[in-house]
């Protein structure tokens, strides 16, 4: 079974679609592909579709819609002419207290973004920086849009799709980083433009937008981009930037002409390794 989930959610058996249309059994098959080959409890389910206070109907209308996956997913055994015989209840289980979706060998999207993403740190800590940018850039590659966009998500699937979308932010800022310390903030410059718009508390993010304005020529804009970013912490969050941030931008007004290589100062670097002076 390949499950994807970067995006809309997509669910197939032996190539063959097993994504229901209906909005309560895509949110049923989200939640057990999101949790594939473990067992999801029959309350976990009913929680994730009705909240705390479930309707009285709610375990046998559960059970309607756990038919309605098994009818799909024995359609597609059908269709597949699979040469090892299995039945819609051996893919979706019924097990003591829950259910269980087994996948096998299938295609998991997260899976390879994260194996992909767990490589590109490895590179960054070994100061590999084309290594750790070309593996972040193909994990990045997986995502098609918000995670479950097409998913209603409540108790449970919320969660997960914000833990999701936090690791989509931690893999950019490092392949934004790698990026930075080979010499590219030209090419960054329209990206950071729009991630610091859509995530405008993100120091990071603008950390980053700073240094690849900064050796762009563009100093006054990355003093500006700081001053923007201040004024939404405190207004927003009663918060001062972080003395990261803070020495990156001392350095910027202290600073000559830079050099194209180091880091934003905000991932365990100092500001001054991420400015460094040429001459």
């Not at 597949?80 to 015989?85: H, K, M, N, R």
């Not at 699937?157 to 930075?180: G, N, Y």
């Not at 001392?250 to 000559?256: N, T």
Request: with cysteine.
């Amino acid at each position: 079974m390949d499950i994807d989930v970067l995006g809309a959610l997509t669910v197939r058996e032996q190539g063959v679609s097993v994504t229901p249309t209906a909005p309560k059994p895509r949110q049923v098959l989200a939640l057990l592909a999101l949790n594939a080959n473990q067992v999801v409890p029959v309350t976990t389910v009913i929680e994730e579709l009705w909240g705390t206070e479930p309707p009285r109907s709610a375990r046998p209308t559960l059970q309607t819609y756990i038919l309605q996956l098994r009818e799909l997913i024995g359609t597609a055994l059908r269709q597949s002419g699979t040469a090892v015989p299995r039945s819609a209840k051996d893919v979706l289980m019924t097990v003591p207290g829950g259910y269980l979706l087994r996948t096998g060998e299938g295609h998991s999207d997260v899976r390879e973004f994260e194996r992909l993403a767990a490589i590109g740190y490895r590179a960054m800590d070994a100061e590999d920086y084309p290594q750790a940018a070309k593996r972040l850039s193909e994990a990045l590659s997986l995502w098609t849009g918000q995670p479950l966009a097409d998913v209603q998500t409540g108790l449970h699937l919320e969660p997960q799709v914000k833990r999701l979308e936090e690791s989509r932010l931690c893999a950019l800022d490092q392949r934004i980083d790698a990026a930075l310390r080979l010499g590219r903030h030209r090419e960054l410059l329209a990206e950071l433009t729009v991630l610091v718009s859509r995530y405008p508390t993100h120091e990071s993010l603008c950390g980053q937008f700073m240094l690849a304005l900064h050796r762009s020529g563009r100093r006054g804009e990355a003093l500006n981009a700081y001053q923007r970013l201040r004024t939404t912490l405190i207004r927003d969050l009663g918060l001062e930037p972080s003395a990261a941030l803070v020495k990156v931008q001392r350095s910027i007004l202290l600073s000559g002409p830079l050099t194209a290589t180091g880091g934003t100062g905000l991932n365990g670097m100092t500001a001054d390794r991420g400015l460094t002076r040429t001459g």
